[in-house]
């Protein structure tokens, strides 16, 4: 069963064609990141104009590489939420409009829930077996930090998340305050690479440990940087201030996973999200957790497609459908349990007004 996928939440325009929720036939990501770094951040009005340029292209491209037509696909999956209303907007539209002209089933996905699902992606066809539930599955990206049980497909329980800024919003913003560019995860990461950090510096920085909580907190650690920066001033010390701010980072998430997960008992652990592609975290985790981690590669920890198609394939052989009147999500939480709903296939009735 083949699945296309698309996905425009945030700045990356994505198509992918994904067989049975787990085979990646294609997968094409047009990225923004040179677009927006002049700003320091995303500026939703131009990645709304960039989309409307660059998605349907995207979306040959992906098909031509996956080899197959239109009439191949079973579904299409389109992220409703959350993410940037405009962005969303041109996604979501341009699978409706194909969802009519081909009489293809639409399926509306969460980003969120669809970041979890590239741990089911088996990009290189290694055969590896897919993850087994109970699993607790940590998402941090840029907008997200959450922590949470998934019993079985569409079946979640939440156990904590951010109480102020995600992660990945944290090293953006830190990256700024160190002059370092944008995205802030990838630059804190490549000035961090082989820094030593002195004991005195770490311990000026702090871990929000929320006792009896699995919820996180990276304003304070935020602001303790901005401290420093105006402290030291010309003489900033920057890759030694990120090594310690991502560090801090690091032992917050893994401290929370590894405990919850001895808590819970889950079989495994899936990490997913931008920030889940930081090298130190991978690591980190890796030697500290109870049970078997599973990492995508980075390509999906970022925002692309391929995990909207293989999160979509689940949700549609479920028998999930959205219609035609699916509106955009732009404030969508985390993945809800599956409920049926009667959806109508085509359009609503048009409305005759006496004349």
Request: proline content about 6%.
């Amino acid at each position: 069963m083949k699945i296309l996928g698309i996905e425009s939440s945030c700045d990356e325009s994505a198509a992918a064609v994904v067989e049975d929720g787990r085979r990646i036939l294609s997968n094409v990501i047009a990225s923004q990141v040179s677009l927006h770094a002049r700003y320091g951040g995303v500026v939703p009005e131009v990645a709304s104009r960039r989309h409307l340029e660059s998605l349907l292209p995207v979306i040959e491209e992906a098909m031509a590489e996956a080899g197959c037509g239109w009439n191949d696909l079973a579904a299409i999956a389109v992220t409703v939420g959350p993410g940037l209303s405009g962005s969303l907007l041109v996604g979501l539209n341009t699978a409706k409009a194909i969802s009519f002209a081909r009489d293809l089933p639409l399926v509306a996905v969460s980003h969120l829930e669809a970041h979890i699902y590239a741990n089911w992606l088996d990009g290189e066809g290694s055969g590896a077996q897919p993850p087994r539930f109970p699993l607790l599955a940590l998402i941090v990206s840029g907008g997200h930090s959450d922590l949470l049980v998934m019993e079985d497909h569409g079946r979640y329980r939440l156990l904590g998340r951010t109480r102020d800024d995600a992660a990945g919003e944290a090293f953006d913003k830190v990256a700024r305050l160190l002059g370092l560019g944008f995205p802030g995860g990838p630059a804190i990461e490549r000035v961090s690479t082989g820094v030593s950090v002195g004991r005195g510096l770490s311990q000026r920085l702090p871990r929000a440990v929320l006792r009896g909580s699995y919820d996180f907190s990276f304003s304070g650690l935020k602001t303790a940087v901005l401290r420093l920066a105006r402290e030291y001033g010309e003489d900033l010390p920057r890759a030694e201030i990120a090594a310690a701010f991502q560090e801090a980072v690091v032992e917050a998430l893994v401290a929370k996973t590894a405990r919850a997960a001895r808590e819970e008992r889950v079989t495994e652990i899936v990490v997913s999200g931008g920030v889940a592609a930081n090298r130190l975290l991978r690591e980190t985790l890796a030697k500290r957790a109870p049970v078997p981690v599973r990492l995508p590669p980075p390509i999906l920890c970022t925002d692309n497609a391929a995990m909207v198609g293989a999160c979509g394939y689940f949700r549609f052989r479920r028998g999930e459908r959205a219609g035609l009147d699916q509106d955009v999500l732009s404030g969508l939480g985390l993945p809800q349990p599956y409920s049926p709903r009667p959806v109508p296939r085509r359009s609503p009735a048009i409305r005759r007004f006496p004349r």
